[in-house]
């Protein structure tokens, strides 16, 4: 008798209600587009993530790598109940999260990756993921944890997160943070921004393709191998081409 192992190594993913896109306009007047991603998306979106991976540089090396593999083993069906939002500037991508949904009552916060910087691309999708998992999902709550004090500062200092301390998140068993509905509930005004239908167009542009970032982050100057240079001592000439 023959077994289909691929039947038994698959993860049974439940019905997740849609996300329902929205448009934010950021400070350079342009139009962001947070929408939901399907799984035939994810090899577009693999390569721009496997770019950051060698980032020595606010942890972006290790958000990277496991972002990478999260949306990997989505795309294989090895990580259940896991969704994708992508942000997207006239179709090139400006933030990828992910999470999941743990229970009935609880969700888990994967990642939020900012592919352009300056602009809070990161931290209005991660507004938007928390959107989803309370106004659509019905989750009391998101166990969420950070990875650089970057990732600190917005989602523990800013939404004034609840130690959870005693829950290990799936994200290599650290301690854990609550973002609960109250908490989201007040930070709404102040952290939640956008609205409601994009526009046919706007949004036929986000689903048409997803283009590469156009500003992606860069890896910080090496100062330190001007200083080995012979006939630079003082390192002015990696100085003068960080600022053209």
């Not at 958000?63 to 259940?80: D, I, M, N, P, W």
């Not at 939002?85 to 009552?105: E, I, P, T, Y």
């Not at 990756?113 to 809070?120: K, M």
């Not at 609960?180 to 102040?190: E, H, K, N, P, Q």
Request: aromatic letters at 8%; a neutral charge.
């Amino acid at each position: 008798m023959s077994v289909d192992v691929e039947s038994i190594l698959r993860t049974v993913d439940h019905e997740l209600p849609p996300f329902p896109p929205k448009v934010i306009m950021l400070a350079t007047g342009e139009p962001m587009v947070i929408r939901q991603a399907s799984r035939d998306e994810i090899p577009d979106i693999l390569p721009h993530v496997e770019a950051l991976i060698h980032h020595d540089r606010d942890f972006y090396d290790v958000v990277a790598a496991r972002v990478y593999s999260e949306l990997l083993g989505h795309f294989k069906h090895r990580y259940q109940d896991q969704y994708l939002l992508v942000a997207q500037c006239d179709g090139h991508l400006a933030a990828v999260v992910n999470g999941r949904a743990v229970d009935a009552k609880t969700g888990m916060s994967l990642h939020t990756l900012g592919l352009r910087r300056g602009l809070r691309a990161g931290a209005h999708a991660f507004a938007a993921k928390m959107e989803y998992h309370f106004d659509q999902l019905g989750h009391q709550e998101v166990l969420i944890v950070a990875e650089s004090p970057i990732g600190f500062r917005r989602w523990m200092i800013e939404y004034k997160l609840e130690k959870r301390f005693e829950i290990p998140h799936e994200l290599g068993g650290c301690p854990s943070w609550s973002l609960t509905r109250a908490l989201f509930d007040r930070a709404r005004g102040s952290l939640v921004v956008g609205s409601r239908p994009v526009g046919k167009e706007l949004l036929a542009k986000a689903m048409a393709a997803i283009l590469p970032p156009t500003d992606p982050p860069k890896m910080a100057p090496d100062f330190l191998a001007a200083t080995r240079a012979r006939y630079d001592s003082t390192g002015t000439a990696i100085i003068a081409r960080t600022q053209k």
